[in-house]
């Protein structure tokens, strides 16, 4: 059974950091490129971060660029979001998602596995 946990959520100031954990198994995690997709209240979903198969390749949307480093351990299976510098627009469900590397066409990939989410909640 394919899973993917995340956690590490929570609320937040702004300025503040927060680190997500996605914990995967079920499927070759080290074949698959690994990313960040959030949603904010009302809003649709909005693709945050990438990293590849290797964890060499890392890519970023311009929002979260210079504040957000994602990283993963292919040995513990694990993704990896430090947050940092957090702004009420951070504040979203962040999900993470998988899709198979041969197929990793940026914000367009066609994600093959999804977690559940976790909240981030960023507010005085």
Known sequence: EVR??????????????????????????SSYYMSWVRQAPGKGLEWVSSINSGGENTYYADSVKGRFTISRDNAQHTLTLEMNNLKPEDT??????????????????????????TQVTVSS
């Open 92 to 117: 979203a469900i962040y999900y993470c998602a998988a899709v198979d590397g041969r197929y990793y066409s940026g914000v367009d990939s066609p994600w093959n596995f999804w977690g559940r989410g």
């Open 4 to 29: 993917l946990v995340e956690s590490g959520g929570g609320l937040v100031q702004p300025g503040g950091s927060l680190r997500l954990s996605c914990a995967a198994s079920g499927f070759s995690f």
